[in-house]
Nanobody, 127 residues
């Protein structure tokens, strides 16, 4: 059974940093593209960042480009999201996701490309 467990969320002031982690189990981690999404109250879940199964390609939403960095460590079966220069509008529940199947080559930007989701971790940025 696939499990994705996020950690690292919390409350920080605007301009601060956080690093989210997502530990994966139950799948061959190195074969799966991984993504981060977020959902603010009253809004739809939106794409934040993704990394290909090889780690060679990364993708970012325009709203976080230059501030967030996604990375993966296959030895630890973990994907990270380093978030710098945080803004109040980054406040949301952040979800880790694994592609719907190994070596998936579809678009990284849509929730439908992902078959497995974590429970989410709250990120709150105060102004």
């Amino acid at each position: 059974q696939v499990q994705l467990v996020e950690s690292g969320g919390g409350l920080v002031q605007a301009g601060g940093s956080l690093r989210l982690s997502c530990a994966a189990s139950g799948l061959t981690f190195s074969s799966y593209a991984m993504g981060w999404f977020r959902q603010a109250p009253g809004k739809e879940r939106e794409f934040v960042a993704a990394i290909s199964w090889s780690g060679a390609n990364t993708y970012y939403a325009d709203s976080v480009k230059g501030r967030f960095t996604i990375s993966r460590d296959s030895a630890k079966n973990t994907v990270y999201l380093q978030m710098n220069s945080l803004k109040p509008e980054d406040t949301a529940v952040y979800y880790c996701a694994a592609a719907r199947n190994a070596y998936y080559s579809g678009s990284a930007f849509y929730t439908s490309s992902y078959g497995y989701w974590g429970q989410g971790t709250q990120v709150t940025i105060s102004s």
